[in-house]
Structures are given as C-alpha cells and as structure tokens.
C-alpha cells in the first residue's frame, strides 16, 4: 500500500514507571476500540504505534519529535501526566498534528496549542460539584491535599475557591510530591487541623498507597470525612483498598457501574479482552479518543490535513461509555456529564455508586475567562 493509504497514530504512554496503570488502560481500550470497529476508516487504513515515555517529559518530547519526523504520524495521542502533554504541545503546533489527550487533566493544557483536543477530563469538572455537595451536606470545616503539580494545583484551587464562596471555610492547603509520595507528614497535619472532612486529589494509580496511610495514621476512625475527586477511588485499584473506603463520597466523569447499556457492553468487552481487567476513567479517555479520531477521518473523507482534522473534531457529540460527552467548539475541551458517587459493595466487589449527575459540564476554569 502506498503511505497515503495508511493514517498513522503516535500513541505515547507511560507503560512503565509510576503511571504504569496509565498507560495499560489507555493501551487496552485503544485496541478494544480497533477490534470492534475495524482498522480502517474512510478508506484510510490505521496504523496506531505505541511509545512508553515512562512518564518522562523530556522522553515524550523526544518520542513525539521521531514519531513526526521519522514515521510521518498524522495524529498524536495519549499523554498520561500534564508535563508529559504540555512537553509535546510546541511539536503539534510547529508540525500542525493533532494532539490528542486522553488522560491528562489540568485545565491549561488545551491552551498550549490550537492542535490539542481532549477527551479525558480537566480536575476543575469534578473538584467544583465536589465543594458544592460538600456545602449542601454540612461539611464546613476542610483540609485539601493534592499532588503538587499542574492537576492538583487546579483541584486544590477550584475546591478551595468554590468551597469558600459557598460559604465553607479552608483550613489549610497541603501539597505531596508527584513522585514517590510521603503521605505520612501530610495525613498528621490534617488530623491535627481538625476538619470535617479531607479533599483530595492524587492521580491514578496512587489512590490505593494514599488509602493504606490513612488507615495506618487512624484517620479512617477519626471522624473526619474522606472526599476526593475520583481519581483517588480509581476502578483500576478500588477493589483492593478494602471496607475502609466504603461511604467514600467522591465526584468524576467515569465509573465502571456507571448504569447504561453502552456501558455494561464496554465493562463486559474490556474484562473480557484483559484478564477480567476493570477499566477505570483513564480507559474511556482512549476509547472516546479513538471515537474523536475515527469521527473526524469520516468528516473530512480520509483527509489526515492536521488543520481539517481539528476543525472536524470541533463540536463533535457522541455517547461515551461515561455518558453524553461532546468538544468544546470554542475551546477544544471535552463537555461532559459529572457524577456524584458513593463507594459501595456490589455484587461483593467495591464500586463507585453514582447517585446524583451534573450535566454536560465544561471545564469551569475556562468557563469563568
Ligand atoms: C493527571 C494524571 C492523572 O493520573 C490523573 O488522575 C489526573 C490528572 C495529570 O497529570 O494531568
């Protein structure tokens, strides 16, 4: 075949290192996509290439510079942490690719480059209904903790300030290292601050470490209630963090038991295809990724141009296995239903009980420029 009969994606993850988790669901569910929808689209066949950047920006850059230049992609994709797709942000606009984010979060990454687009989530969509529901239940004493980087900075600041003008007042703001965490020091600050609940906001893949140090320090028995974005009660690690996490109220884009037919088929084809596997949110943000590049190669007939193909993308709505989700015309950001959650038993394995929905949420840092 000739090589305009091929459209290439560079898929780069982290499939080893600390966001390993990352990589795998997101691998998992851009495969999963391909085998139910086909390898080609418009007449184009599609040749996806997988690239670990081991979670390391300078390693992505260099990953997205080869993939452009050596293997002529049309598309890159994935980027499991911010500084991995803020590093890869100048390449897309210098060489007009598409970047598409399929895990990442924090809300300035789509303002990086006019060619990002992004299917995954920013923290602000769930940190905000997370201090509104926070204020309604009587919860007016809290402590935030976040990993300190570009998506708990966010969190730490769209609850905080979102929590206070609903009239609740922040105690104190306390911040981990991305790398390696030490939750220790941080969990004995927050219990000596005496709140009424902790918020926290720590990626996938470090929830279940962070849970076990809450218990180790007592903190399960000291009255003082867990509330996170969903990041921490991640479905890729839920399972194991046992009882303690129980009643866990949390706010995210994705749950497993998220209740829809779409869904239980998506559950049921993923575990089926990967040892029983749950996916967690970060595997619908490659599979609707998938969806945004499939979509926009049928709207511009096949055509792989870097500029039609982000135009084409601009405005789509479809349905996720999370729920309705479109792209921001305006900001290139996805639009998508927040879901209030409750951690709970069913069937003997623990889930994230949806019971009340925010819809079609744009990410609320922009929204307020
Ligand atoms: C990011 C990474 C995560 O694993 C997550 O759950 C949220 C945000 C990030 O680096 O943007």
Known sequence: AFAQDTVKIGLILPMTGQQASTGKQIDAAVKLYMAQNGTSV????????????????DVTKRLAQELVVNDKVAILAGFGITPSAMA???????????????????SSITEASPFIVRTSFTLAQSAVPMAEWAVKNGIKKVVTMVSDYGPG?????SFSDK????????????????????????????????????????????????VKQFV???????????????????????????????????????SANHDSALNKTYVEAFKKAN?????????????????LIYGALKKTNGAADGEKLVAAMKGMAWESPRGPISIDTDTRDIIQNIYIRKVDKVGGELYNVEFATIPNVKDPVKAAK
Do not use: C, W
């Open 42 to 57: 418009a007449g184009k066949k599609i040749e996806v290439i997988l690239k670990d950047d081991t979670s390391v920006p």
């Open 153 to 157: 900075i966010d969190a730490e600041k």
């Open 88 to 106: 890869t942000a100048p390449i897309a606009t210098q060489a007009k690719v598409p970047e598409v984010v399929m895990a990442a979060g924090t």
């Open 275 to 291: 040892n029983g596997l749950r996916p967690n949110f970060m595997s619908v943000g490659g599979y609707d990724g998938m969806a």
């Open 216 to 254: 180790e320090r007592g903190l399960d028995k000291s009255g003082m209630k867990l509330i996170a974005t969903g990041d921490v009660t991640d479905d890729d690690q839920l399972n194991g963090m046992g009882d303690v996490v129980v009643g866990v109220i949390n706010a995210h884009n994705y």
């Open 163 to 210: 929590f206070k003008a609903d009239g609740g007042t922040i105690v104190e703001n306390l911040r981990v290292p991305l790398r390696s965490p030490d939750f220790a020091p941080v969990l004995q600050k927050a219990a000596d601050a005496k709140a009424d609940a902790l918020f926290v906001f720590v990626p996938s893949g470090s929830g279940a470490q962070f």
